[in-house]
């Protein structure tokens, strides 16, 4: 299993292939980040006062400038999300006021960024490892795994039964009203599952010739040394520092 | 409908944390029974299937789009405790590979998305198939449509509420105002729901026909079915189902009929002119000053108090046993 994931790497991760491969955070044990990365959204979620918010998202951006992961990927990754953050502020705008609506972007933003940080900066398998070695039950871990791996495959899939579609003169149908639209739709989804579920029985027989046994085994060694320490520290440190200011 | 940090206050992100990991916890628990080594991939295939048609956008009209949520459709494929697997690895996969949803917010998107469209899903689909009680193809179009239209609408619902709840109890810094959240959450949500239907029922009705295999129920263990008998037939089942269904019923529009006047102490002491003094112990929580705070506060405390009736009885009951073994 983990000879199948290692052979396909090119494949994997939508971001972290094209990570700097210069930053110091994309090695840092998975471990490390998301307890470190955890800590310090929370704390960035749960301030009200302006200050504090407008010292978090400085923190974000700083966070974000000197992790050195590809920022491209994350600036177009907070720019799709933005529209539901505008969405919420402008509501939020609307019924309390100018201050609270710019603090809900802020808020937000300065939430986001790390995530997109530790999103874009850790391979998949790295982060499942992580996840595993943290308690989450192998059932998820596996799944986990297993699942990111097949998206990959059936994405690819997924075009080219669109590129077939269209070749057929299918241009998305109008509405809902459209039946011919939506049958193409449910086809395609339903094409796919069943692509999907013949090839579950050849993956585990391919699986378990690899020395698959239920729960995922790391190959890669990683540990939680030093380096980590002061991540987590200094993160932990800082959402200290916010939370004291915000109480 | 995935929610973002920062978006949620702190207070309901937790709760939705605490409820999550409940369910969760009990559906991993439960799997191992039902999950052979042999079904992992195929589940894995399910989950990554289900993600890929929610890339599938299908028009709604006047330009726009929507997207399958597909909880229903991996419930009524593989049940429902496998779909609360299965869409908890989904949505995991979106928050941490993708950036799509909140960390702080996870326990929220994934009782939206991962428990309740997954459950409601399954069971208005079994529902309405036992009152159709019809195999037919149109029956059986009828039952899955109206489930997969239900999950949608009631796991929309269910943001909203959460939007609004968080709006009510944190003054404003937080969540969408009711008057905004419901109406634009449960209209919009309400016309995806039939582009839901249609969908899920085009692609179970196709995979039955394409693939009958795939979708013959494994016989279940008759030591699980024996134990749900019980369970079932039990009067303190029965009774505590009873009363939790009408209080989860009623809260809701009791606090719409609550009077904000004062209690008979207020009254008595507000006639007599005494003061209430510094308390000795202040909570960290209040009624608030509204009806989902009302709502909320309602909803943590019955839920507090169930869980201490319920840890009393456990005790109780172990304490007894004890003594008869004595």
């Known amino acids: 299993m983990i000879v199948a994931h290692l052979a396909n790497r090119s494949h994997a991760p939508p971001y972290a292939a094209t990570a700097t491969k210069s930053s110091w955070f994309i090695p840092l044990d998975a471990r490390a980040k998301v307890v470190g990365v955890f800590t310090y959204v929370v704390a960035c979620a749960v301030i009200t006062r302006p200050e504090l918010i407008a010292t978090s998202l400085i923190a974000s951006l700083a966070f974000v400038a000197c992790s050195r992961v590809d920022h491209t990927a994350v600036g177009r990754a907070y720019l799709s999300a933005l529209p539901f953050i505008l969405f919420a502020s402008f509501s939020v705008f609307l019924f309390s006021g100018t201050e609270k609506g710019i603090a809900m972007l802020g808020r937000a933003s300065a939430c986001l960024m790390p995530l997109l940080v530790l999103v874009v900066g850790t391979e998949s398998f790295d982060l499942f490892a992580g996840l595993r070695r943290l308690r989450v039950p192998w059932v998820i871990t596996t799944l986990l795994m297993l699942t990111h791996r097949y998206i990959l495959l059936f994405t690819e899939e997924l075009s080219r039964l669109k590129t077939a579609k269209e070749a057929r003169g299918h241009r998305g149908g109008r509405s809902l009203l459209d039946r011919y639209g939506l049958r193409v739709v449910s086809s395609t989804g339903a094409a796919v599952l069943l692509r999907a579920w013949d090839r579950a029985d050849r993956v585990y027989e391919g699986l378990k010739v690899r020395g698959f046994e239920r729960d995922m085994t790391a190959w890669k060694s990683s540990r939680f040394g030093a380096r980590e320490v002061l991540f987590c520290a200094v993160l932990v440190g800082v959402s200290a520092a916010i939370l004291a200011a915000h109480l | 409908m995935h929610i973002p940090d920062g978006l949620m206050d702190p207070l309901v992100a937790l709760v939705g944390f605490v409820e999550f990991l409940a369910v969760i916890a009990f559906a991993v628990a439960a799997s191992g029974s039902r999950m052979r080594e042999k079904d ?31 909880g229903a459709l991996l419930a009524i494929i593989a049940g429902p405790v496998i779909a609360i697997i299965g869409m908890t690895v989904v949505v995991l996969i979106q928050a941490l590979m993708f950036g799509d949803g909140g960390l702080t917010a996870f326990g929220l998107n994934a009782v939206n998305m991962a428990i309740i469209a997954p459950l409601i899903g399954w069971g208005v689909y079994s529902l309405v198939k036992q009152l159709v009680g019809d195999a037919s193809r149109a029956a059986s179009s009828t039952a899955i449509a109206a489930g997969a ?35 634009a959450m449960l209209v919009y949500h309400a016309v995806i729901g039939i582009g839901e239907a249609v969908i899920t029922a085009g692609i179970i009705l196709y995979l039955q026909s394409a693939s009958p295999e795939a979708f013959r129920p494994r016989p279940r263990d008759r030591t699980d079915r024996i134990a749900l008998l019980t369970l079932a037939r039990s009067r303190t089942f029965q009774a505590a189902i009873a009363v939790l269904t009408v209080f989860a019923l009623a809260l809701p529009f009791y606090f719409l009929y609550a009077s904000e006047g004062a209690d008979g102490l207020e009254q008595t002491m507000a006639d007599a002119g005494t003061d209430e003094g510094e308390p000795l112990l ?17 909803l943590l405390g019955f839920t507090a108090v169930m869980l201490l009736a319920l840890t009393v009885m456990a005790v109780t009951r172990s304490g007894r046993a004890e003594t008869r073994l004595e």
Request: with cysteine; charged share 5%.
């Open chain 2, 149 to 183: 239209w239900a999950s949608v609408f009631v796991a929309a619902a269910a943001c909203a509420a959460e939007l609004s709840v968080s709006h009510a109890i944190s003054g404003g810094a937080y969540g969408i105002a009711a008057t905004v959240a419901i109406p």
């Open chain 2, 40 to 70: 992992l991939p195929r589940v894995a295939v399910l989950s990554a299937g289900i993600f890929v048609a929610q890339m599938v956008n299908f028009p709604v009209g006047g330009g726009t789009t929507g997207h399958l949520i597909g």
């Open chain 2, 282 to 298: 202040s909570s960290p929580f209040s009624y608030g000053e509204d009806y989902f705070a009302a709502l909320f506060a309602g």
